[in-house]
């Protein structure tokens, strides 16, 4: 079973910048993809990003451009580079790991998930 820990939320002025981190243990593999969702108030969780290994990566259009995804396989670690934040970007991140298959979009590939980082963006 894998469990993750997240860090690196808080608050800060629309266009500014946020780093999200997400250390794992137990049971992930390098090759493994690892993903971001968030979930705004009232909203449904939305899908952000994934990436597997280090190269491969998708992104949410409302997020393509100014997000990045990346990882340190040596560290167990994946970040969430925020920039150009906007009030609508507010919500509660969760990472996911261990997916059941390749539709990381879909809340129900993931069978790991972080106990979520609240970033709020004032505007």
């Known amino acids: 079973q894998v469990q993750l820990v997240e860090s690196g939320g808080g608050l800060v002025q629309a266009g500014g910048s946020l780093r999200l981190s997400c250390t794992t243990s137990?049971?992930?593999?390098?090759?493994?993809?690892m993903g971001w969702f968030r979930q705004a108030p009232g909203k449904e969780r939305e899908f952000v990003a994934a990436i597997r290994w280090t190269t491969i990566t998708y992104y949410a259009d409302s997020v393509k451009g100014r997000f990045t995804i990346s990882r340190d396989n040596a560290k167990s670690t994946v970040y969430l580079q925020m920039n150009s934040l906007k009030p609508e970007d507010t919500a509660v991140y969760y990472c996911a790991a261990d997916p059941a298959g390749a539709s990381w979009t879909a809340q129900t590939t993931w069978r790991g998930w972080g106990q979520g980082n609240q970033v709020t963006v004032s505007s």
């Open positions: 137990g049971r992930t593999f390098s090759s493994d993809a």
